[in-house]
């Protein structure tokens, strides 16, 4: 029954900029650790960011320093900052609660994700 919705995606330029927006349904939004995940054609989805309730930020690597997660508990709202884009995070991207040391999905359902496209 909850549902997440992915927004702000779109076609940019390297090193281009874009804000990606979730907003999760769920009155237990302010107790969640919230995470972004990508998916590349042709490879498997992966961890992206998180932030705890709290406001601790966890990134993959390869996107530190570009990438900035922030969150509005009175929206229901986190947020993907993406600078310096590269055609590499060429994705489509999605957010979910995170859970465990990976960082793994809490939800067994996934919304439609936003489309990041990085191309010349």
């Known amino acids: 029954q909850v549902q997440l919705v992915e927004s702000g995606g779109g076609l940019v330029q390297p090193g281009g900029s874009l804000r990606l927006s979730c907003v999760a349904s769920?009155?237990?939004?302010?107790?969640?650790?919230m995470g972004w995940y990508r998916q590349a054609p042709g490879k498997q989805r992966e961890f992206v960011a998180r932030?705890?309730?709290?406001?601790?930020?966890n990134y993959l690597d390869s996107v530190k320093g570009r990438f900035t997660i922030s969150r509005d508990n009175a929206k229901n709202t986190v947020y993907l900052q993406m600078n310096s884009l590269e055609p590499e995070d060429t994705a489509v991207y999605y957010c979910?609660?995170?859970?465990?040391?990976?960082?793994?999905?809490?939800?067994?359902?996934w919304g439609q994700g936003t489309q990041v496209t990085v191309s010349s």
């Open positions: 769920t009155s237990r939004f302010n107790i969640y650790a």
């Open positions: 979910n609660p995170t859970q465990g040391s990976r960082y793994e999905p809490l939800f067994g359902s």
């Open positions: 932030i705890t309730a709290g406001g601790v930020t």
